[in-house]
């Protein structure tokens, strides 16, 4: 029953957001605005664009861009910690490569403090790495448009990429 339902909201999403593919630069016109309320809405349609069109993966900058907003989210949501929990290792250490080579040190320091292996680590580690997140929720929680403005300028970079979708 569970995949049905996943069945059923990826097609409802995809069934949505084909809409949106003839007009996807709509999209990247509210990423240029003044109203950060515009701005989120954008990001996350062009989020929701990718997603509908399985191209979450399609490049180092479409998975940094995906993990970022996913990090951000899961902190605002639940604690970041339920990110770095399920996110898969080998997308986190795109996503922190990718920063590093951008040279984006303060994102980088603070989303590469929080990258452990969950899978292989004793209860003890978990409780201290949940507890060493809130460091990371306050940073996120302090610096929202920071991060906010890297995704919308990450997108501008990807824009060539995903217009040709």
């Known amino acids: 029953m569970k995949s049905n339902t996943k069945l059923i909201t990826d097609h409802n999403i995809?069934?949505?957001f084909n809409k949106l593919n003839y007009n996807i630069k709509t999209s990247f016109n509210k990423l240029n605005s003044n109203d950060n309320d515009l701005i989120y809405d954008g990001i996350f349609e062009i989020s929701l664009y990718l997603y509908a069109n399985n191209?979450?993966?399609m490049s180092?900058?479409?998975i940094t861009?995906?993990?970022l907003l996913n990090w951000q989210s899961s902190s605002a949501r639940s604690g970041v910690w339920t990110y770095y929990e399920v996110a898969k290792m080998e997308n986190m250490i795109i996503t922190k490569n990718?920063?590093?080579d951008n040279k984006n040190v303060d994102i980088y320091d603070i989303y590469s403090y929080g990258i452990h292996d969950y899978n292989n680590a004793s209860d003890n580690d978990i409780n201290k790495w949940v507890d060493e997140s809130d460091i990371i929720d306050d940073w996120?929680?302090?610096?929202e448009i920071l991060v906010m403005n890297y995704l919308k300028n990450l997108?501008?970079?990807l824009e060539k990429e995903i217009l040709n979708i």
């Open 14 to 16: 995809k069934t949505s």
């Open 55 to 57: 191209k979450l993966n």
């Open 60 to 62: 180092v900058g479409t």
């Open 65 to 67: 861009f995906n993990e």
């Open 98 to 100: 990718y920063l590093k």
């Open 140 to 143: 996120l929680n302090r610096n």
């Open 155 to 157: 997108l501008f970079i």
